[in-house]
């Protein structure tokens, strides 16, 4: 038998397709579609519903994608954050408004902080018009953004990297963020939960916790969809940063409750331009 499940001296189906191709076939199909059936695969790929099985465990394993009854999907749960590809194309509009409210806050000549999310790289994308900047960064996608723009100094924070996330996480990315200090951080968060942001790995978790370390200022980005998922780990509670910016879909119920919590809240778009609190004393 070979690695792709078939047996010795046979193509494992008629396009001869080896484990490796067929399994970044199924992923980027997955990503495409959201979800796709296992029959579906099978019969694409000429190969048992076996070998389809375990090309998913696999690909679940390095978080491309969650396994479910009968298929596999790219949307995100409490233990499977989604990859970068399927993230962009969510909430785009939302994050984009996101972005436009942050992008006031930053001044020029400041140190700035982006975390791995696509919220974040919605503000990434605006920072070469606030420069000159310092931004510093884990998220490889948004490396290569800022690559080479004039007015911005990048500084691209190394470790393990993981692919699903295009981003490095770890110990060693988070001891690269500790040695580095920043006037402000902007990041996002997989889901909130009773004031609490959540996230579906402690790799991300840990490193999320030294980029707040290391900021003086901390903004949380987040749009309404956040407040209904669910992540397995505990980072911070929402009273931990200096701002948090909802989008304008986030429902007055729970931006009353939040403000009742004692968060400091600006709702993007209609809130006019936000402000941070003064720095503690």
């Known amino acids: 038998m070979t690695d792709d499940g078939t047996a010795a001296g046979t193509s494992g189906g008629n396009d001869g397709v080896g484990a490796r191709d067929r399994r970044e ?26 070998t389809i099985h375990r090309d998913l465990d696999e690909l679940q394993s390095r978080g491309w994608l969650r396994k479910v009854r009968g298929g596999a999907t790219a949307e995100p749960s409490a233990v499977h954050h989604g990859d970068v590809r399927h993230r962009l194309q969510a909430m785009s ?3 984009r408004q996101l972005a436009g409210a942050a992008e006031s806050l930053v001044q020029a000549g400041a140190s700035v902080m982006i975390d791995e ?15 000159p900047l310092t931004v510093i960064t884990n998220f490889l996608t948004a490396v290569n953004l800022l690559a080479g723009e004039p007015g911005v100094d990048l500084v691209a924070l190394g470790g393990a990297y993981y692919p699903a996330y295009d ?5 060693r990315a988070s001891e690269a963020i500790r040695s580095l200090h920043a006037d402000i951080l902007f990041m ?3 889901a909130i939960t009773n004031g609490h942001c959540y996230h579906q790995s402690q790799e991300t978790v840990a490193v999320k916790r030294a980029l707040m370390e290391s900021a003086d200022r901390r903004v949380l980005l987040v749009d309404h969809s956040k407040f209904a998922k669910n992540g397995l780990y505990q980072l911070a509670p929402l009273t931990a940063f200096d701002l948090v910016i909802v989008d304008a879909k986030t429902p007055r119920e729970t931006v009353g409750a939040l403000r009742a919590r004692g968060v400091p ?17």
Do not use: C, W
Not at 265 to 281: I, K
């Open 25 to 50: 076939g199924i992923r980027q199909r997955v990503a495409d579609e959201g979800f796709v059936q296992n029959k579906d695969l099978a019969d694409a790929y000429g190969v048992s519903l076996m």
């Open 93 to 95: 509009d939302e994050k």
């Open 117 to 131: 999310s696509t919220t974040g790289l919605a503000l990434a994308g605006l920072l070469p018009a606030r420069g």
């Open 167 to 171: 981003a490095f996480l770890g110990l």
């Open 188 to 190: 996002s968060t997989t």
């Open 265 to 281: 809240l600006h709702v993007a778009g209609a809130d006019g331009t936000p402000v941070l609190p003064p720095a503690p004393q």
